[in-house]
């Protein structure tokens, strides 16, 4: 399961505004390489959305089946928030669903019908 965390306001190519829920995976133990130690992380990652940034705040809470997984992808520079770095990566995290059922489960209301706008 992931939860969504929180949610922000993006701009397309176009220069149009959308929503982007911030998902958030189960805790996971990391033992440190330098210190042996462990620590808890979580994984997160963005979807779009077609929520509008009043509608956005009422999805955080909510938990949707499926997982934050690493996805290999082109190297892209990336700025270290804490400290500043800049640093080469070549992977992102993405939102997968368990199965296909999970998708058609998050897609369904409670009264049996699509959401508007569900493919």
């Known amino acids: 399961m992931v939860t969504v965390s929180g949610y922000a306001v993006r701009q397309n190519q176009e220069g149009e505004s959308f ?10 133990l990391i033992q440190s390489q330098k210190t042996g130690r462990f620590f808890a992380t979580a994984k997160k990652c963005t979807i ?8 956005a705040p009422s999805q955080v809470g909510k938990q949707l089946p499926g997982k934050i997984l690493r996805e290999e992808c082109d190297p892209y520079d990336f700025v270290i928030p ?5 640093v080469e990566l070549g992977n992102r995290w993405t939102y997968d669903p368990d199965s296909p ?4 489960a998050v897609m369904i209301s409670k009264n049996g019908r699509l959401f508007p706008n569900a493919h």
Do not use: K, R
């Open 48 to 55: 779009s959305s077609t929520f509008s940034e009043q509608m």
């Open 101 to 104: 059922e999970s998708i058609m």
């Open 82 to 86: 804490d400290t500043g770095e800049l």
């Open 19 to 28: 929503v982007v829920l911030i998902l958030q995976g189960d805790m996971e």
